[in-house]
């Protein structure tokens, strides 16, 4: 049986590759690597030592968070086949280092799966500037996000709240924590969940609810029942339209500023499969 290597760092990864896992594990081998997040050499170590006690015949890179790129980079050193997901999107003002990460993986993949087809068409003009062999063309596959959607509405309390998520943004001005506040009613309760590991380290607020992580369950519960989404993060372009109406859903800062809104197909994680299975056949 072909077997599979696939890292997780932090809980995006774990989010938007479970639905993948859960299948590709119907016909393959596959081992999880968890890895530390936010550490580069420890993940590319970790990556290489799993490497080389036991070669997968390819590893599937979710996202561009700095530990899929130290997989990524092992994995290709090492000339074990590289799968890419969520390839070929931008940001659009570039802000953080997740931007730059995501196309280096790109670049040393050997097959790339994107969201939709103006991702592909990046991933293709990408390839051709830095004159790299078109293997594969990229495949456009959709989104993960809605696969196997579990909603657990266990934290949501029994009055109105504001859900605030916030990541830092290593390129941004610090004065978007101002307009943050900003968008804050007063009226509402405020539940805020930590940012990622290179975010902030605290609540932001000194009232409310913070969590500074949650199974992704009670995320979504949360993010269902809230009076508003104040956030910067990915999520307000994915999973919150499919809970919320447009203008409860409320953007700050540079960081998915400019990110296109969809619509996006769902249902990656099975064309997913279909094609791997062909792929290592």
């Known amino acids: 049986m072909k077997r599979i290597l696939v890292p997780i760092g932090c809980r995006s990864d774990e989010g938007l590759s479970a639905p993948a896992i859960r299948r590709l594990r119907e016909h393959f081998d596959v081992e999880v690597l968890h890895l530390a ?24 890179i979710t996202g561009d968070r700095v530990e899929m790129c130290a997989a990524a980079a092992a994995a290709f050193h090492n000339k074990v086949p590289i799968a890419h997901f969520y390839a070929g999107i931008i940001n659009d003002p570039i802000c953080t280092y997740d931007d730059v990460d995501r196309h280096c993986i790109t670049l040393w993949s050997d097959i790339q799966f994107c969201e939709d087809r103006c991702s592909a068409i990046r991933v293709n003009m990408l ?45 941004e001005s610090k004065q978007v924590g101002i307009s943050l506040g900003m968008e804050l009613d007063p009226t509402h309760m405020i539940i805020q969940i930590g940012g ?86």
């Open 37 to 60: 997040p936010q550490q580069f050499h420890a993940s590319y170590g970790l990556t290489e030592c799993c490497i080389q006690h036991g070669e997968p015949d390819l590893i599937l």
């Open 127 to 171: 390839k051709s500037a830095c004159e790299l062999p078109q293997k594969n063309a990229p495949y456009v596959v959709g989104i993960s996000h809605l696969d196997d959607l579990e909603v657990d509405e266990s934290k949501v309390p029994g009055e109105p709240y504001d859900l605030v998520l916030f990541n830092r943004a290593p390129f």
């Open 196 to 281: 990622n590991p290179d975010g902030e380290k605290g609540a932001l607020f000194c009232h409310g609810k913070y969590y500074g992580n949650l199974p992704r369950p009670q995320f979504l519960g949360l993010l269902k029942n809230c009076q508003r989404f104040i956030t910067n993060s990915s999520a307000a372009i994915y999973e919150a339209p499919h809970f919320l109406k447009p203008e409860q859903i409320v953007m700050v800062g540079d960081r998915n500023k400019n990110r296109l809104r969809g619509p996006f197909q769902t249902g990656a994680s099975d064309k997913i499969v279909e094609i791997l299975k062909e792929y290592l056949k």
